[in-house]
């Protein structure tokens, strides 16, 4: 497609429950990556997929927190148990891999943890 | 430990006059910024970036000035316009690693009509 595509664009899910966010990248990017933004805060970078480079996982705030990328292809962001405290935009954003272009975004999955 | 900070959470312009939206940073590698802007329930967009060989960039109404002995870079919009109305996200990244971008946390611009 022309943009990122994320799915579901709202999620409400009771506390303890998994979930499962997904990312459809631009065609051809070959980065891709996942960021949340918790209310009132910025965005926190959470997981970096590059190619077929070992992923940096550097980000992910608890081992409740799991990314897999297919190839240069779909993303899924699994939430674990989750928590009230997980409720937040998640943003996924691919990218040529070259600085000068930064990345472009998705408009976001909304997930609230009740 | 908050690399890139944005100490500005709103900013209130009149239209027709500038827009400053300012960025500190502490980590002396990082070597790109960009600027991004985000309206309500859409994901961010890329506005413009500049890199530390420079001190300048300009691209139409916006232009990106970075300070690399005070790590301190800023946005100016001018003319603002109310459409410019927006939550601005400075990102801050060493290019020699993974291109992973730090986010500050945002600055609310409003142009008042």
């Known amino acids: 497609g022309a943009g990122v595509s994320q799915s579901p664009s709202n999620k409400v899910t009771e506390k303890g429950k998994d979930v499962e966010l997904r990312c459809d990248p631009i065609s051809g990017h070959t980065a891709l990556y996942w960021y949340r933004q918790r209310l009132g805060q910025g965005l926190e970078f959470l997981i970096y997929?590059?190619?077929?480079?070992?992923?940096?996982k550097s980000g992910l705030p608890s081992d409740r927190f799991s990314a897999e990328r297919t190839g240069e292809s779909v993303s899924t962001l699994t939430i674990q148990r989750t928590q009230q405290e997980d409720s937040a935009v998640y943003l996924c954003?691919?990218?040529?891999?070259?600085?000068?272009?930064?990345?472009?975004f998705g408009s976001g999955t909304r997930l609230t943890v009740v | 430990d908050q690399q890139v900070k944005q100490n500005s959470p709103s900013l209130s312009v009149q239209e027709g006059r500038i827009s400053i939206l300012n960025c500190d940073y502490t980590?002396?590698?990082?070597?790109?910024f960009l600027w991004y802007k985000k309206y309500p329930a859409e994901g961010p967009t890329f506005l413009i970036s500049i890199s530390s060989i420079k001190d300048k960039n300009e691209d139409g109404r916006f232009t990106v000035f970075l300070n690399k002995s005070a790590k301190h870079l800023s946005l100016h919009i001018v003319p603002s316009q109310p459409g410019d109305s927006a939550v601005y996200f400075c990102a801050a990244s060493a290019t020699s690693g993974t291109y992973k971008y730090i986010f500050g946390t945002g600055t609310r611009l409003k142009v008042l009509a």
């Open positions: 997929f590059q190619g077929n480079s070992a992923p940096d």
């Open positions: 980590n002396s590698m990082f070597d790109y």
């Open positions: 954003a691919s990218s040529l891999g070259g600085g000068g272009y930064g990345y472009t």
